[in-house]
Each structure stands twice: as structure tokens, then as C-alpha cells.
């Protein structure tokens, strides 16, 4: 096990085209931090570069307190899992897990041992002596994470692995990640931009946006106090709703005399999460007319899409199945401790509730 440490990290293409803009970044030993973003913000350059699969241009990255940066990927002491499994089509799984260990002359007692102890994790046993092309997805990745996991590497670190699995699969295996990760302890960087993985796998998220880092914290603090509207619209699904108190050309929005008396000095928008807002006006910080657009059953509650007066749209849930109809008119209302208060540059102001 180890920590991993990244000190003003860039990297720049052509020689001025910058793509991670001076990340730093500290990941405690037998941490699970997952760097999460929209495509091309930086998240899977990053951990290349932690890899050693992409040089760094300025910065320094540690492992185990070691500077890593001239090192090859071999001399890292890191386990890598990709989105596409990497497995030798014509090894059995036995074979692919040991080939590694072969490489670096572990004893073959000692190879059998940590081969034993991964497939019995991870539930793979009966399969060792198939091939990969007789697996299914899910099982190939089991594989994968296997050939990880008997390098006992310093830190384990995964790209995207479960993109390339269907729903159902992706639930199961990400609880497996989860339950493996606490029992082995391994310090472990994960990416990907699916924000429920995310949120379900992380002891830490770090939002990447355009190659900095936006926000880091525990998923339940980005949901309930993001730093920034992009980090409040980027995680949550449905994504908060953002409703600014002036229109493009400077007009008050319908909501602004209301909201002017709740909100702090420099508020430009409320942000409201789709649980937050209620039907009624009880114990109401503002209160609004929509027209509802659609009504989404998602299972234990329902979605309504709907317009506000000045044709902005939001999303707000109801428990149940809904009888809410298209085209209705609703007044909806949200309580001051529902409400994000953020500034002119996007940025979180404190709401003393």
C-alpha cells in the first residue's frame, strides 16, 4: 500500500496546448479516490501519467513517497485495469494471471498461492482453465482485476472498467470493486465520467473540468455543497436546477423580489435540486407557477419536467406514481435549506439557514 501524491502536475501537447493545468493532489494510503468529469476534462490523461503511460511535462507525481516521474510503468509498483479487459486470447485464465508473476521470476509455489487467493476473491475458480473467448464480459473483468491483484501492487489504478458492461452488470460489479478494494486495502485511483459509479464507489471525488480540478470531497459533500455550478449541474441525476435572478438582458426574473430578501449579498443564481422543490407553499423561500412539460415514472418516484414563467426549464420529483399531467399548470415552492446560493463567476456563497 501507498499514498500517491501529485504536486502542480501539467501536461501541455505541441507546446502550447495545455491539457492538465497544475494539479495537485494528495490520495492517503488505502484510499479509493475517483476522478470523475465530462469527456476530455483531463481525468484519464491524469492517470496515465500516475501510470507512467504519459510523460509529464511539469510537476511532480510520488508513489510510497518515492517521485516517480523518470520511472517506467514496470518500476512503479502499480496494477492497472482497463475498459477493455487486455487479456492474452490464447492464455487460459491461470495463465493470464500468472504471466506477470512469470516475468518478474516469482516461485511458481508462490504463484499458485496469490492465483488461488484472486480467484477465490473474486469468485472465479471454475474458470481458470478456460479461455477468455469462453467468459462472459463481466467474468473477463473479474479476470482483469485478478491479474491486478496477484501483483499485490503499492496501488491499483482503473480506466473506465466497467463501460463496456451492460447496466445490470455495472451495479453488480462496482459493489464487487467496492468489497474488494476495503478487504484488500490497496490504495486505488478509479476514472470515469459515469457519476453514479462515482458516487457510489468513492471514498473521495475529485471534479475535473477543462484540466483543473473543480472541487474534491466526499460524494455526499459535492451533492450537498458544491463549490461551483458546474460541479452542482455535474453531479446529481437529474442535475440541480439553476435559476438565475436576472434574465440575458439584465431583466429580474420572476422570482427575484421573493428570493432578493432570502439570499445573500452577490447571489446571481438559486440553485434548486429536483428533491428540493415541493407542490404547495408551506414554509416556502419562493413560490412559482410551472407548466408542466412531461411526467417521467422512474420506479419509487416520478420526474416532472416542467417551464417557468420566463420559459426556464427545471426538473423536480414526487414520490410514487405520479397523476401530475402534461400541460398542467402547478405551483411549486422550495424552503430556504433547499436553496444554492452561487455568484457571478459560478462560484458556492454560504446560505445561513
Not at 490520495?27 to 507512467?52: F, H, N, Q, W, Y
Not at 492497472?80 to 487479456?87: G, I, W
Not at 470493486?177 to 457510489?200: N, P
Request: glycine share 8%; net charge neutral.
Amino acid at each position: 500500500m501507498a499514498r500517491i501524491s501529485l504536486e502542480n502536475v501539467k501536461k501541455t501537447y505541441g507546446g502550447n496546448i495545455e491539457t492538465i493545468k497544475g494539479i495537485s493532489l494528495e490520495i492517503a494510503d488505502g484510499e479509493l479516490v475517483v476522478l470523475v468529469g465530462p469527456s476530455g476534462c483531463g481525468k484519464s490523461t491524469l492517470l496515465r501519467m500516475i501510470a507512467g503511460l504519459e510523460s509529464i511535462t511539469s510537476g511532480k507525481v510520488s508513489i510510497a513517497d518515492r517521485i516517480v516521474n523518470e520511472l517506467e510503468p514496470a518500476e512503479r509498483d502499480i496494477a492497472m485495469v482497463f475498459q477493455n479487459y487486455a487479456l492474452y486470447p490464447h492464455m487460459t485464465v491461470r495463465q493470464n494471471l500468472a504471466y506477470g508473476l512469470k516475468n518478474r521470476n516469482t516461485p511458481k509455489a508462490e504463484i499458485e498461492q496469490r492465483i488461488a487467493k484472486a480467484a477465490k476473491a473474486l469468485e472465479i475458480e471454475q474458470f481458470l482453465e478456460r479461455k477468455p473467448r469462453q467468459l462472459s464480459g463481466g467474468q473477463r473483468q473479474r479476470v482483469a482485476m485478478g491479474r491486478a491483484i496477484v501483483r499485490e501492487p503499492a496501488a491499483f489504478l482503473f480506466d473506465e472498467p466497467l463501460s463496456n458492461l451492460d447496466a445490470k452488470l455495472r451495479v453488480h460489479m462496482r459493489v464487487e470493486i467496492k468489497r474488494l478494494q476495503r478487504s484488500l486495502g490497496v490504495t486505488s485511483v478509479y476514472v470515469t465520467h459515469d457519476q453514479m459509479e462515482a458516487m457510489t464507489l468513492a471514498d473521495r471525488l475529485v471534479v475535473l473540468n477543462a484540466g483543473h480540478i473543480e472541487q474534491v470531497g466526499t460524494p455526499i459533500e459535492l451533492y450537498e455543497k458544491p463549490a461551483t455550478t458546474f460541479v452542482a449541474t455535474f453531479i446529481g441525476s437529474p442535475s440541480m436546477n439553476l435559476l438565475p435572478l436576472k434574465d440575458a438582458s439584465g431583466k429580474d426574473a420572476p422570482w427575484m423580489q421573493e428570493l432578493s430578501s432570502v439570499v445573500p449579498a452577490g447571489t446571481t443564481t438559486v440553485g434548486v435540486r429536483p428533491e428540493g422543490f415541493m407542490l404547495g407553499t408551506e414554509n416556502a423561500a419562493f413560490t412559482t407557477d410551472v407548466t408542466v412539460d412531461a411526467v417521467e415514472l422512474v420506479g419509487a418516484e416520478s420526474y416532472v419536467h416542467a417551464r417557468l414563467a420566463n420559459d426556464t426549464a427545471i426538473i423536480f420529483s414526487v414520490a410514487g406514481r405520479s397523476t401530475i399531467a402534461t400541460g398542467e399548470v402547478l405551483k411549486v415552492s422550495a424552503a430556504k435549506s433547499a436553496l444554492h446560493c452561487f455568484d457571478k463567476d459560478g462560484n458556492r456563497i454560504e446560505l445561513t439557514v
